[in-house]
């Protein structure tokens, strides 16, 4: 792979202004050196009279990408790891209490549910519109130009979500509810439910997808794309 990218890029074939060309051409050019590597290990297995011809051709295929993948993972956490562990731990900004207090009956409004589900309305009103466009560039294969005004609408989304969480994080804390960790995580992480079900409503009204794959690839790859905007 490295010798024949070294001859494309001295030869001119690979220039320097095209941004991400090289990077391009060495993974086509690893898939397809995959071939002859194959190959070769598998002869050179027969040599030695093997017969788990499957298994070779499987370790063939990770055994170098694969190790180097883990070792740089273990490597980047550990070291990660090790950096955060050794910085002095976050201190609350006031003294709280050992003993947990009851908390008291809280208002129906209050209840965890609901208050994530209304959470999630606002910073999903912020994006749907943009959404709509987004999805139509994804799935009816059109081009979308405007990232500056997306720009825009995930700057508004920060915010949105920002504001949202420590309102309802503030009202939970006046009504002597403590418990506010996860409630103030999902608070603005449940717009991810709302996004789902709008890509299920933009499936049955704009997409005329009939073939139960197609369907059910539709939905793996946007269940994918909302559990990436919860996170």
């Given at each position: ?34 071939i002859f590597a194959g190959y ?121 979500c920002a504001e949202i969480t ?66």
């Amino acid at each position: 792979m490295i010798l024949v990218t070294m001859i494309f890029a001295a030869l001119g074939f690979l220039s320097p202004s095209n941004r991400g060309g090289l990077m391009t051409a060495m993974l086509l050019l690893w898939v397809f050196m995959g071939i002859f590597a194959g190959y070769a290990s598998a002869r050179l297995y027969k040599m030695f009279k093997g017969t788990e011809w499957k298994k070779i051709t499987l370790k063939n295929s990770f055994y170098v990408p694969g190790n180097p993948l883990c070792y740089f993972l273990c490597l980047e956490c550990t070291n990660l790891g090790y950096v955060g562990f050794k910085k002095p731990a976050i201190e609350d900004p006031v003294k709280t209490n050992k003993i947990p207090r009851q908390i008291p009956e809280q208002a129906w409004y209050m209840n965890p549910f609901f208050s994530i589900l209304i959470g999630g309305i606002l910073p999903f009103g912020a994006v749907f519109i943009e959404l709509f466009f987004i999805l139509t560039s994804i799935w009816l294969h059109q081009f979308y130009y405007i990232f500056g005004f997306l720009f825009l609408v995930f700057i508004i989304l920060l915010v949105t979500c920002a504001e949202i969480t420590i309102v309802l994080c503030y009202f939970q804390l006046c009504s002597e509810d403590y418990l506010w960790w996860w409630r103030s995580y999902l608070t603005s992480g449940s717009s991810a439910l709302y996004l789902f079900l709008y890509a299920a409503f933009y499936f049955f009204t704009k997409l005329n997808i009939t073939k139960p794959v197609s369907g059910i690839l539709y939905f793996g790859y946007m269940l994918i794309g909302s559990y990436a905007f919860l996170c």
